[in-house]
């Protein structure tokens, strides 16, 4: 099954094909010719979601799937959440994001996160949702060389490790992103002729 991700993030490319195995192929935005920004306008993961994968499908025509993923710090009131991304302003830097994140949790003792991913699907011209949470704590600093963006600074419960020091595999079972990826991929294995 060949299906476009709506993203230019090399690395959630990689994460999600990883998981999603040889049964799909999976294309990028470049692939398809897409090359500006997505729209993002929406308050909510689901709704950016939802806003890109639409947009792709109109101005495409290709059935495709995006995602939104947030950090949500108990201790921030759920920030900086949809705004993940874009936490430190434009333009997007995962480096100032931990920066900025890290100094307004320096004299916070709850150290709660969760990471969520929301996945909207476009098949078939119907849409469907899928979603992750990976639970967590932020940490005083950064540790680890891998993943991206919040990776270095959150660890996940039960584990001594960020996801910046978990490989690609070990990262995909317990991942926010890797839950949602496995709820999509549920369905399109259940979808196949």
Request: a negative charge; glycine letters at 10%; aromatic letters at 10%.
């Amino acid at each position: 099954m060949k299906i476009c991700f709506a993203t230019n993030n090399v690395k959630k490319i990689e994460e999600v094909k990883a998981a999603l195995g040889a049964d799909f192929e999976i294309v990028s935005l470049q692939d398809i010719g897409c090359h500006e920004e997505l729209p993002e306008t929406g308050d909510t993961l689901e709704y950016n979601a939802f806003q890109k994968a639409r947009y792709v499908k109109s101005n495409y025509g290709v059935d495709c799937f995006a995602d939104d993923t947030g950090l949500e710090v108990d201790a921030l009131d759920g920030a900086p959440g949809v705004y993940s991304g874009r936490f430190a302003g434009e333009p997007r830097s995962d480096e100032r994001n931990v920066e900025l994140l890290l100094e307004k949790m320096k004299e916070k003792t709850d150290r709660n996160a969760n990471f969520r991913t929301v996945i909207a699907l476009i098949l078939d011209g119907k849409e469907y949702a899928f979603e992750g949470i990976a639970s967590g704590e932020i940490l005083t600093e950064k540790v680890g060389l891998g993943g991206f963006g919040y990776d270095p600074i959150f660890r996940p419960s039960g584990y001594n490790r960020t996801f910046a020091q978990l490989t690609l595999a070990e990262k995909n079972e317990i991942s926010h992103r890797g839950k949602a990826v496995k709820a999509l991929i549920s369905f399109l294995n259940s979808r196949k002729y």
